[in-house]
């Protein structure tokens, strides 16, 4: 399962790259939109731990693919609202974008493990 461990990387990493980003928003962002990407990327995590960590994957994943594309959203608003450079805005969508190709190869290996468990 090298995929797994790749998406729980790079969303870590991304992490470690987003919250000083976060906390230099302005005060009237920075409990809003600040606190909700923050919280999106941790409950994004926690998706990615619980599949890693359970027999059936697949509704983990799926929960953690949906939160990706409204955190893209997010860091776009971000971007249009100029709380964001739009260089930081480019690593953030590359990151994103590796982040969902992963999940993406993760929830392909798992079906696929569900149909063998299945025959």
Same mark, same amino acid.
């Given at each position: ?6 998406? &729980?990387? =790079?969303?870590?990493? /991304? +992490?470690?790259?987003?919250?000083? =980003?976060?906390? =230099? /928003?302005?005060?009237?962002?920075? /409990?809003? #939109?600040?606190?909700? %990407? ?7 995590? @926690? ?17 953690? $693919?949906? *939160?990706?594309?409204?955190?893209? !959203? +997010? %860091?776009?608003?971000? *971007?249009? #609202? *100029?709380? %964001? $450079?739009? =260089?930081? !805005? ?10 969902? %190709?992963?999940? @993406? ?9 569900? &149909? !063998?468990?299945?025959?």
């Amino acid at each position: 399962m090298p995929k797994e461990v790749d998406a &729980i990387t =790079k969303l870590y990493d /991304f +992490l470690l790259w987003m919250i000083p =980003k976060l906390e =230099k /928003f302005p005060r009237s962002q920075k /409990f809003v #939109l600040g606190d909700r %990407i923050e919280t999106l990327m941790l409950d994004i995590l @926690g998706d990615l731990i619980d599949a890693a960590y359970s027999r059936k994957k697949q509704p983990a994943l799926s929960a953690a $693919n949906l *939160k990706l594309e409204k955190l893209r !959203y +997010l %860091i776009r608003l971000s *971007k249009d #609202l *100029k709380l %964001i $450079n739009l =260089k930081g !805005y480019e690593f953030a969508a590359g990151a994103v974008d590796g982040i969902g %190709i992963s999940i @993406g190869g993760w929830l392909k290996f798992s079906r696929r493990e569900d &149909i !063998y468990e299945s025959v």
